[in-house]
């Protein structure tokens, strides 16, 4: 296939080929009367068919009730419709005036929601309550009050296997959404599936980036939770491999709302929601600062100057500026506040249905200076040309501006430091703004070059950080589809779709000088950077699909799918520095140019799907898929992914001898087995790529190097899955599914793989190697306690198992990495069969009260004496001996030494089970409704602790330390070691900072009001409902940092999970107002 | 009608399934993609200037190295201490608390110059075959340079590290061997001596201009990593018939007056071996900013203060000219003059070549070789050649072969100050006949350790193997097939 254009241009020559020519025209005139009172009646529907029940042309009545038509065919057949009367065909026989009486319905139309259509996938064609594969669907009519702003938010503790953590709770900055456990290394993000588009990911640019941070691709889509209809999770391979090379990491399909025949809807929902942080860890003020800080210098020195900084010496010039005694915590946080609003337009006729939609979200965050505003706009038409071939057409566009403070990149690291994190370091004593000697306020931040902590590049001041920075990223996200679907025959139809997206990405960073303490040479003195992404997919599809009518025990359909995508990817930074001044702010405008770069990805991906399925009896249930993908990611020889899965179910509550079970209603047994591939990430990753290098050339000689290993070998890693699972309804009221399942994926995709430097490179781009297991368990339960017409009240519950293993390494993998040990660090370790995310550490055993209690002890507690009979001194590596006041380990081989032979397993941070429960409870007009999410059995470090524990250099800690070592012999229980500035190992990595994680927190609580029926049509409204959520005020955990919900990441087998000072997602109360017309 | 439009849909319908599956032949085509940026490999090995190219891309990154081949060089040495914003990698080694996590330990820099070198040698003997402007002539032109870079690299690794993977190679694909182990030096030595030998006919002495002749690899520049190797492996005799052989090439030394343009403006008539560069082609040489006086970085010792102060040693024209007694900035890299007052202009200092080799250290090297084998009048007359081309006195040496050597050691710690050679020459005085004086070099790499730790530090240094460094914790991560140097491996960084 040349290009999808081909098929686009198709597409309307065939739509060409359908317009018959136009022949002689009659003119028809008449009006239209109700049948009863005489009335004429405006807005009357007239349409002209032909034989085909084509739709020839149309009109309506005018405010006279009167029509002109000018009709086709003088034999053509003429409609009249109007909602609440009953519609009229008439047959035309050369008749040029016909004027019409319609009765009205017998009936009074109730508000109704038809749900009759066909509820099946977008691509498999299988009934919803056919589907033999692990699938859960997920309807959003009943969410619409959460404060929810996204359907990650939305979809928290609802179903089983579904882990979903917020990523930060800064505004914008998305979840992690994980299906069954990671089964990919680094980003393991299923698919998203918006009305049958696969949505496009954003490609952070990767020149920084090697992994993007989890942030920069946290919000993929930029949907209207009201837009969402359902959203539905495809767990298993058979069921996500549909879709190809892309899920099989999972899939969400989400469908939105489309228009419904009848009178036109409008709908109006107004929320306002207050956030609210949850307390901070408590940090000393200025005083006990000043005050730790001497003990730290006494105790690491002895006698020694004190800095002039912590002197409180009122000579020092600086005197007023580091007396303060600074929140620095509480001064970057603030109350956010969310405002949205959403307005719909609904409706259709014969011919044509609408939906439309506009949101507007405005989301002022909890730390300064973070916002974003979103603006979403929907529109999903269908047109029915004939009754053979209808077209549709879906429209969305976003546009979204998120406003963050600028990150400081860490030397030699990938890690940026934002303000919250400096504000738990910085010294409390420092002033936000700057005094003169006098003790009068300058008007300035107090920034300095060099302060008591160190540079001021360093240790910036995140007030001026927050308020004068920038850090903003602009983000126009448009997608359209347009499908049109043609009944070639009642058993045979045939689909064309083709979609277009769009995402453009700006980002501006800027760094003003007076945020920061730094000399005026510094290169990061008003530092530009500009950042621009494209991404365009075009994805064309053609489905075939067979649904031939056979006897009634069976039933059979199939499909032919083909499938093109093309992804391209464009980015481009420029990075100015020096600046002129704080108002330049565009690095194009001829400042000195730090870095410069662009580059173009472009991928090709094809794919063939086949899929059958049959029914016996409507007992017996079999889908059979078989997917092949081409990616233009693989070379030539390992270019195919052939990707089969099959999937059966029994439905054995309508087997004869199960019918007299009365209580068993519709349950069955499914089985799926399938297989399911991904590709590397990046489009040119297989290629040696010559380029040259920075000097270009050597002398005057130009200068071309090999710049990557060409990856001859790279192929589709391999996912299979097998699932196993039970779906039982008793009495109609009480829904059960259980599921076991197990999913190994094979040829394991490394990014960035280490391998010898002695190569001439440092990393092959990809590498195939190694093998990941995910075994767990799952059970869901639902059940309606009480139905009744004015109550019901219904529950659900739901718990969820998986265990994450590597079983295979690559060849030449080395599984211990950072065995250097040292304050704040953690020895890693992969072992084969364990799950990833253990880590292993010393065993913190309290402090030593003093001098002479400081001993090294055998295995039956005894002192341990050297050969000549003298006591062994307890210590560190061998170089420094452990005092009074120190932190006390574990000497695990009692050789009166700590080193890296006293290192033990501490846990693991995988969770055992994670899961949720909930319900609601309505009573007439008012309902209540809650959901609860928990994660159980994990632990995790406490970066946060480890940095404001320690008490061995200038950063600022917790009020936690005020409880510490002072004196020879103190010995009181729960006491910190001694502050003792650059301990060599007081702050080792050991499970002193290991805690449980595990928690149990209210996702939202909703209590909702409508209006009733008669009283909504006195004031002349559809409905009207009134809404109070609550989300996140109840968390109950052992966990004693902020927030223990720490997103998983593996991106090497030695991850593990730490808090790092995240802003913690706030809790939240919304008032939503929602008015129908 | 009915039955034409159904026949008109059915056309319809079998167009559609045909586009559908036509592609299938033509999708090859549509799912290779070649990135826009650069080319890939099957587009570049295609003509000789790619050949040349990637070539010159080896000379550059060897030249890039320069900062650390000075390091190397003279970071355990007596001539350089470290001052206050000195990294703490090197401020370590100086130490002598070397781990194998100092990042000084990272040799990757290196393979890439023997990764470029790797490639060069397999492509030009195949491109040969299809390029009709790519003469034999040139081809073994660029053998031999590719030949000399990853000998002079791998010349390096040794002396560094003594043990390291010799890979001869290009890591082109997915399927090479990457997890090496270690070769004996040994081996290694004589490998490249070989090959070396065996492109010493083929290289150009003319490349048309001076800083090519001086910047790319040249008989006399070949030759003289040849004897380098040799006096290394203690080969004296043919240590000598290669200097012969460079002594014919017409190399001359530079008059006493004239001794700093060796190093400013360089490529003087001395000169053998410089990596080139130049501020105007964007070729900046970093060294300068090390040893610049207000970074702080590194400065003389009191040893070379000693050695080449005119107050006490009367070297009128190396001691100004190597640095400047009152503060003890390395001049070298950063003066105009050797009048320790007239500063390069920032662009000259980063136009400042890295002197490999020079016609001086080659003629040591000869009266090393020559002393070693007895003939103690010939080394006089090599070594009173050098000392009165910068007016100073003729040596007067004891007739013994220990005295020689240390008047030779002294000569070339004064004649070749902060050329990044004097931790070597101590290596090979302290290998020579059976470690008989590793005691002089232990002296001289605790000289610098704080006085609590010399003692252990040097009964830990007569194993010899200490006195090479570590092989990075990173890399041993990488290659579980290499073994650490036994000297260290008790060390980890626990």
Known sequence: MKSGLKIVALTFLVLISIDLCAQDGVVLRGSVQDAETGELIIGVNVIEYDQDKRIITGTITDPNGNYVLNVTNPDAIIMFSFIGYKA????????????????????????????????????????????????????????????????????????????????????????????????????????????????????????????????????????????????????????????????????LLIETFRGSRGKTKFDYQGKYTWNKQPPPVPMLNGNEYIMMQLE?????????????????????????????????????????????????????????????????????????????????????????????????????????????????????????????????????????????????????????????????????????????????????????????????????????????????????????????????????????????????EIITRSQLRFIPRMSENHTLSGMLMFETDQINFEWSTLQGMSGPSTEVRDPAANTPIKWLGSGTQETHILGLLVNLNYKFKDKYITQLNFRADASSRFGSNNRWGMFPSASFAWRFSEEPWMTNLTFLTESKLRFSYGQAGKQPRRAYDRHAIFNTTNPSQYILRPIVVPLQVQLANLKWQTLTQANLGIDISLFNRIDITAEVYSKKTEDLLWSNYKIPKSSGFTTLKQYNGGELLNEGWELDLSAFV?????????????????????????????????????????????????????????????????????????????VLLDVNGNPVPLSYKGTYLFQGGDARYADINHDGQIDLQDVVYLGDSNPDFIGGFGGNFRWKDISVSTQWQYRLGYVVVNEVALNTEGMLNKNNQSKAVLHRWRAQGQDEPGMLPRAYLNHPANNLGSDRYVERGDYLRMVNLTVAYGLPKNICQKFRVRSLDVAVTMRRIFTFTYYTGQDPEISPNIENPFWFGTDKAKTPPPKAFTLSIALGF | MTIKIFNMKCIRILLFIIICLLPASSCDDWLELIPPDGLVRDEYWKSKEDIEATL??????????????????????????????????????????????????????????????????????????????????????????????????????????????????????????????????????????????????????????????????????VLSLLADISLWNFDYQECIDYINEIEEIGYLLMPGGKWFEVFYPGNSLEGIFEFQFDQGLGQNNALWQKTYYTNRVIQASKTALDLLTPETSSEIIRGPGSLRSYDGMIWKFCGAASDGVTYRPSSERNSCNWVVYRYADVLLMKAEALSQLGRFDEALTVINQIRSRVLMNAAEIPYTTEAFEDAIMEERATELAFEGKRWFDLLRLGRRNNYSRKSKLIEIIIEKVPSTQKLVLASKLTDPFGWYLPIQENELERNSNLVQNPYYADYSTD
């Open chain 1, 296 to 536: 730290e210098w006494h105790n690491a020195k002895g006698i020694y100057d004190v800095p002039q900084e912590i002197a409180f010496d009122p000579d020092y010039i600086d005197f007023y500026n580091y007396t303060a005694n600074t929140d620095w915590v509480d001064a970057i946080s603030r109350d956010g506040f969310i405002n949205e609003q959403f307005f719909k337009l609904s409706g259709g006729g014969e011919k044509t249905r609408y939906y439309a939609s506009l949101n507007t979200h405005n989301n002022k965050g909890t730390t300064i200076n973070t916002s974003l505003k979103r603006v979403t706009t929907r529109v999903n038409l269908d047109y029915n040309v004939s009754r053979k071939i209808r077209f549709s057409v879906n429209f969305s566009y976003s546009n979204s501006n998120k406003e963050d403070n600028y990150q400081f990149r860490v030397e030699g690291t990938k890690q940026r430091t934002n303000i919250r994190e400096m504000a738990y370091q910085k010294a409390p004593n420092m002033s936000i703004w700057e005094y003169d000697f006098k003790g009068d306020l300058t008007g300035e931040y107090f920034n300095p070059v060099e302060s008591y902590q160190g540079s001021g590049l360093q240790y910036f001041n995140p007030v001026a950080v927050g308020n004068l920075s920038q850090n903003d990223v602009i983000e126009n996200r448009i997608s359209n589809s347009f499908t049109l679907t043609y009944n070639i025959a009642p058993w045979l139809n045939f689909i064309q779709m083709v979609s277009m997206q769009y995402v453009g990405q700006k980002k501006n960073e800027f760094l003003p000088y007076n945020a920061v303490g730094s000399d005026w040479l510094n290169e990061l003195n008003n530092f530009q950077l500009e950042q621009n992404n494209t991404n365009t």
């Open chain 1, 786 to 862: 009480i139905r009744k017409r004015e109550t019901t009240l219904w529950l659900n519950f739901n718990i969820s198992h998986n265990v994450n293993s590597f079983v295979a390494f690559p060849e030449n993998f080395n599984n211990e990495v950072d065995l250097s040990i040292g304050n704040g660090q953690f020895p890693r370790r992969a072992d084969l069969g364990e799950p990833v995310g253990s880590f292993y550490g010393f065993k913190y055993l309290g402090v030593w009260p003093s001098d002479d209690d400081v001993v090294a002890t055998n295995e039956n507690g005894e």
């Open chain 2, 56 to 221: 010159m891309g080896a000379y550059q990154s060897f030249a890039g190295l320069n900062g650390n081949l000075f390091l190397f060089g003279e970071m355990r040495a007596d001539m350089i201490e470290s001052d206050q914003n000195t990294p703490n990698a090197q401020r370590s080694i100086m130490l002598g608390n070397i781990y194998p996590d100092n990042s000084m330990t990272d040799w990757s820099e290196f393979y890439t110059v023997i990764n470029y070198c790797n490639n060069v040698l397999k492509y030009a003997p195949e491109i040969i075959k299809f390029d009709q402007t790519f003469t034999e002539y040139q081809m073994r032109g660029f053998e031999a340079e590719a030949v000399f870079l990853r000998s002079l690299a791998y010349f390096y690794l040794v002396r560094i590290f003594k043990e390291v993977p010799l890979v001869l190679e290009p890591s082109e694909q997915d399927d090479v061997q990457f997890y090496l182990p270690k070769s004996a030096d040994t081996t290694i030595l004589r490998v490249i001596s070989e090959d070396l030998n065996k492109v010493k006919l083929y290289v150009t002495d003319d490349y048309g201009s001076p800083e090519e002749n001086m910047g790319r690899a040249t008989k006399g520049a």
């Open chain 1, 88 to 251: 009229q065909e008439i047959a035309l026989e050369g008749q040029t005036s016909l004027n019409v009486l319609l009765s009205a319905e017998s009936y009074e139309l109730e508000e109704i929601t038809v749900t009759a259509e066909a509820n099946t996938d977008p691509l498999s064609n299988v009934a919803q309550r056919d589907v033999a594969s692990s699938r859960v669907k997920i309807d959003m009519v009943d969410s619409k009050h959460m404060g929810a702003v996204s359907a990650e938010e939305a979809l928290a503790g609802k179903v089983t296997g579904l882990d979903i953590m917020s990523f930060s709770g800064d505004p914008g900055s998305g979840s992690s959404i994980v299906i069954r456990g990671l089964g990919s290394l680094g980003n393991a993000r299923p698919l998203i599936v918006v009305d049958g588009i696969p949505q496009s990911v954003v490609i952070s640019q990767d020149f920084d980036l090697g992994s993007a941070d989890q942030e920069d691709i946290g919000d993929l889509v930029n949907i209207a939770p009201q837009d969402i209809k359902s959203i539905e999770v495809l767990k298993d391979a058979a069921s996500g491999a549909v879709w190809g090379s892309k899920g099989a990491d999972g899939v």
